[in-house]
């Protein structure tokens, strides 16, 4: 909004030239995410105090985590109002990878209300059906990638990492399925990873971080034929998107960290994978995507070897899955799980800006 209004003033103070650079409004947009979210959640976590909207526990969970029955939870609220927010602040907002990214985030992020809410009110770990939750994200995602695809004219062509000039075309349709497939998958997979104080936004937050450079390289056609990736028409302002998820994270994690003062809740998760998704996607950097959120992949992986097993054997490969209980029920504490899982992520994300250097 700001670039919209102010960068016509250049020619009266060269103050306002900063507007037209990503890099001035991509630093003002984290500061500002990260502001509105600090300062919100205090008074919003009295809120949900009084109004005693707390977090469920499930009862074959860990022992240990028994203390955190009755903890504010739907603090994704304030993750999403600060992301979508700060990018309505200081993004282009002709840009319509922005538009798509935010519309998926906002989808998912009703979805997740909609789930966190029927936990609160019915006292109870279960919440909207998983089945109903899927086909709703599905739509919301294809409808989304369709327009981009079929509106905008977005690249079908999937980059293959560590390979120059290698594509697969998949074609308009099938990359909308594929593009779906793989956000969904995304978006649910941090909702699984989202078990422990602070677990899932260190990931979220390195994901992020890794995907506004791959973006700002896409959308710079210097860098992009230097580098020999896709270039992307526009895809620099992901980056002012993606640095939002990074400033209201922190703003989150000030109260998130262990002990917990509040829970993102499916408020937060499925919007945050969803957007994580969609910057993969739209910086065409999608199969990357498996590397960078490689904690994720390995966090919904362990569930469905865990389910599998027990239903085919009987068996369980796992102590308890996600595999973060894992290790909890190995006896390691849960802050040196959770910086653990800090650490790989950002290995994870160093290893895929690697790659760009290995095509």
Not at 123 to 137: C, N, Q, Y
Not at 148 to 174: E, I, M, N, Q, W
Request: proline share 4%.
């Amino acid at each position: 909004m700001l670039y919209h209004l102010l960068v016509e003033l250049r020619s009266s103070s060269i103050l306002f030239n900063v507007f037209r650079y990503i890099s001035f409004r991509t630093a003002a947009a984290m500061i500002t995410a990260l502001l509105i979210a600090w300062l919100v959640y205090p008074p919003f976590i009295r809120l949900l105090q009084r109004i005693r909207v707390g977090q469920m526990v499930r009862t074959d969970g860990p022992e240990t985590h028994k203390v955190k029955q009755g903890t504010p939870t739907m603090g994704g609220l304030v993750i999403l109002a600060a992301t979508v927010l700060s990018t309505l602040l200081w993004a282009r907002l002709d840009n319509p990878l922005v538009w798509g990214t935010l519309a998926i985030a906002v989808a998912f992020g009703a979805v997740g209300f909609m789930d966190d809410y029927q936990k609160v009110t019915r006292k109870d770990t279960r919440g909207v059906s998983g089945k109903a939750r899927l086909a709703i994200e599905a739509v919301a995602t294809a409808a989304v990638m369709g327009v981009l695809v079929y509106r905008y004219a977005l690249s079908t062509v999937v980059a293959v990492p560590f390979l120059k000039d290698v594509g697969l075309d998949l074609g308009a349709p099938g990359y909308v399925v594929f593009s779906t497939l793989v956000i969904v998958g995304c978006a649910n997979a941090v909702n699984l990873t989202d078990g422990l104080d602070g677990l899932a936004i260190g990931p979220v937050m390195t994901s992020a971080m890794t995907f506004a450079v791959l973006a700002y390289l896409a959308g710079n056609f210097k860098y992009a034929e230097y580098l020999q990736i896709p270039p992307v028409a526009g895809a620099g302002e992901l980056t002012v998107l993606a640095v939002t998820i990074v400033g209201a994270g922190l703003g989150f994690l000030w109260y998130n960290t262990f002990p917990a003062s509040i829970f993102m809740g499916d408020t937060g998760s499925l919007p945050l994978g969803g957007a994580i998704g969609a910057l993969a996607f739209l910086s065409k950097n999608e199969l990357l995507l498996a590397l960078v959120g490689g904690v994720f992949v390995v966090e919904a992986l362990s569930v469905i070897v865990q389910v599998a097993s027990f239903k085919t054997t009987g068996r369980r490969v796992f102590r308890m899955a996600p595999i973060h209980h894992h290790f909890e029920q190995q006896g390691m504490s849960e802050p040196k799980v959770i910086v653990r899982f800090w650490i790989v992520s950002i290995l994870l994300a160093l290893f895929a800006l690697m790659t760009l250097k290995l095509r």
